[in-house]
């Protein structure tokens, strides 16, 4: 059975910067794509942004110049950088694995963006 485990999140000022991690219980090689999405109150889970197998990435436009996402498959694991955090970025945040046709969640973890 495939785990994805979302470990980073937290309390940050405008302006600063977080890096989460979505570590797989298995190589990331089965994954077709990995990505980030997020949750926040009283909104519709939305993309973050994702990964391929071949390393091509794919954003958000919110996000664009501000968050990074990258592979290390010795480690198998996910990470996004996210720079310049804004308060809209307060968000609960989800990494999810797809292995053709399957689709696999994390548990999310809490992003918190004061002003």
């Known amino acids: 059975q495939v785990h994805l485990v979302e470990s980073g999140g937290g309390l940050v000022q405008a302006g600063g910067s977080l890096r989460l991690s979505c570590a797989a219980s298995?190589?990331?090689?089965?994954?077709?794509?990995m990505g980030w999405y997020r949750q926040a109150p009283g909104k519709q889970r939305e993309l973050v942004a994702t990964?391929?197998?071949?390393?091509?990435?794919n954003y958000a436009d919110s996000v664009k110049g501000r968050f990074t996402i990258s592979r290390d498959n010795a480690k198998n694991t996910v990470y996004v950088q996210m720079n310049n955090l804004k308060p809209e970025d307060t968000a609960v945040y989800y990494c999810?694995?797809?292995?053709?046709?399957?689709?696999?969640w994390g548990q999310g973890t809490q992003v918190t963006v004061s002003s």
């Open positions: 990964i391929t197998r071949r390393g091509s990435t």
């Open positions: 298995g190589s990331i090689f089965s994954f077709n794509v």
């Open positions: 999810r694995g797809r292995i053709i046709p399957y689709t696999y």
